[in-house]
């Protein structure tokens, strides 16, 4: 057996042999041993039901598989377990026999794990000499019915950044609900400041397999690859162009939306819906207002790009959302997504923490106390209403929050208002462009997701320089309507805008690029 320090944790299998899980007449050493033979790299032997002869006769005969395979065997909970059959080390839990006396007894050269959920736990582990933490639960599972909290991939991240900051050699894996779909985005989206997971801890999704070997081989396959949406995440070399440069672009994006027409699978609320699409089709794009998440299977496949407008929250609405979610990260499409209201009530805020917990999406959209609120821990400010709060949060505060998000979250998080800002982690680019008559329509905000959308959709590559094109477009066609001479209030305005972005599209179309002159994009230096 190698060194301790030398375990491969990468596909941690944690086993359960309740009939729930394991299923009735199947043998747990048989199927452990397909998973070994699938590439499983570690087994945790956990039965909190059996008695203590029991226990140690099936953790030898599984002792003499793993051992087959060259594979470390832990035992979950029971020092005494693992003396018996002299296997190679234990995890503990909180509730279990303290990591001190675990030492004492089993010896330097053994591997003790212990789970973890929060920094006080974390710190405690680390400093009582646990060689890897397992970090959870990370989400809801029937395998664990005794679990404290579900911290989710935030507090999954959270842990993983106190070890990067602490420079711990602890190894980690996580723990709870990770299964196939969604193993790549936790190991890749959870990385944060040259700190990753060493691996993923999964008991049901090979347990309960029909084949566990080919389940383990396929985990453990999705635990090395970066998921689908990770080829399109902003590079460093994006992020520090010149604004001059990203207007230059501008042209650029507007004619790829007319060349490609690509679809904007818009799931947002009744009010905006009929505004939103000839928000759409007037940009170029062609739209689908879909609310149903089980047609985003299909939709998602047909090259274009979703947006999640958090207009109406409801058990249903967000069921749809977190389905059309997974469908469009499954195939690496396009996702924008506005926090409507986030920090007007819990129940808004906790479907954030849902939506952002559930998938990964490109482009973050709010006003101020929005995109606060979406911060891990949210924003002590409770937001009135859906409007926009200018003025009521320090620019320095809203320029260190976008900047974190997008960092953790490695997406473009926009916060719209007077002066609209994006970022993807770096610099922070401004848009002094729009007019007032925005913000006394309903759905404005709404749509500007929807232009963000067909952007993204049609210049993937480069998708900060596309949300930067359709901010100056969608804001400069404002101001070309609001102008007009027939143009007297926001009534006259919404059928003048959708002129204007018409208009605009087909000038830049044809060559004529005059209309963007009137840009102003800056940077915020703070």
């Not at 039965?47 to 060259?70: E, I, N």
């Not at 993983?160 to 196939?180: F, H, M, R, Y």
């Amino acid at each position: 057996m190698a060194r301790k320090s030398d375990t491969d944790y990468s596909v941690y299998l944690v086993t359960d042999s309740t009939p729930a899980i394991l299923g009735a007449g199947r043998d747990l050493c048989e199927v452990v041993e397909a998973a070994l033979r699938g590439g499983a790299t570690c087994v945790q032997y956990r039965d909190k039901t059996s008695d203590t002869g029991a226990l140690v006769r099936t953790a030898r005969r599984l002792h003499a598989v793993t051992r087959r395979h060259g594979v470390p065997l832990l035992v979950n909970d029971r020092v005494d377990v693992a003396l018996a059959v002299g296997c190679e080390g234990v995890h503990i839990g909180q509730d279990d026999l303290d990591l001190e006396t675990a030492r004492r007894l089993l010896g330097p050269d053994k591997i003790i794990g212990v789970t973890v959920s929060n920094a006080e736990e974390t710190a405690a582990a680390c400093k009582g000499g646990a060689d890897y933490l397992g970090i959870g639960t990370v989400f809801a599972t029937p395998t664990k019915e005794n679990a404290k909290s579900i911290i989710g991939v935030d507090g999954l991240q959270q842990i993983l950044l106190q070890l990067a900051e602490a420079d711990s050699p602890v190894k980690t894996v996580c723990i709870g609900g990770i299964n196939a779909s969604n193993v790549s985005r936790v190991v890749w989206q959870s990385a944060i400041r040259g700190r990753s997971l060493d691996g993923v801890a999964v008991v049901s999704a090979i347990m309960s397999a029909a084949d566990p070997e080919a389940s383990a081989r396929e985990l453990g396959a999705l635990v090395r690859a970066p998921p689908p949406f990770a080829r399109g995440v902003v590079t460093e070399q994006q992020q520090d162009r010149s604004p001059e440069q990203l207007v230059g672009l501008v042209p650029e994006v507007i004619r790829a939306v007319a060349d490609r027409k690509p679809l904007s699978h818009n799931m947002t609320n009744l009010v905006v819906q009929n505004f939103a699409a000839n928000v759409a089709l007037c940009v170029g794009a062609s739209p689908i207002m879909a609310n149903y998440g089980e047609e985003a299977g299909d939709l998602s496949k047909l090259g274009g790009a979703l947006v999640i407008n958090m207009g109406t929250v409801t058990p249903e609405g967000l069921e749809n959302y977190l389905k059309a979610l997974k469908a469009y990260n499954a195939v690496g499409g396009p996702v924008v997504f506005d926090p409507v209201g986030a920090g007007a009530t819990a129940v808004r805020r906790a479907a954030v923490k849902t939506i952002l917990g559930g998938g990964y999406v490109d482009v973050l959209k709010g006003n101020r106390s929005e995109i606060l609120s979406c911060l891990p821990g949210g924003s002590a400010a409770q937001q009135r209403g859906v409007d926009s709060a200018e003025g009521e949060v320090d620019l320095r505060e809203l320029a260190s929050a976008m900047r974190e998000l997008a960092l953790r979250r490695k997406n473009i998080v926009v916060v719209t208002g007077e002066t609209d800002y994006v970022t993807a982690g770096r610099q922070i680019f401004t848009i002094d462009n729009g007019h007032e008559y925005l913000g006394m329509v309903t759905g404005t905000g709404c749509c500007l997701g929807t232009t963000i959308s067909a952007a993204i959709a049609a210049y993937p590559h480069d998708k900060l320089a596309a949300t930067v094109a359709a901010l100056a477009y969608y804001n400069l066609a404002a101001e070309t309507a609001a102008y007009r001479d027939d143009v007297k209030g926001p009534g006259s305005f919404v059928p003048a805008f959708l002129d204007a972005l018409r208009s605009v599209r087909e000038l830049t179309v044809g060559g004529d690029f005059e209309w963007l002159g009137g840009a102003v994009v800056g940077t915020l230096d703070i």
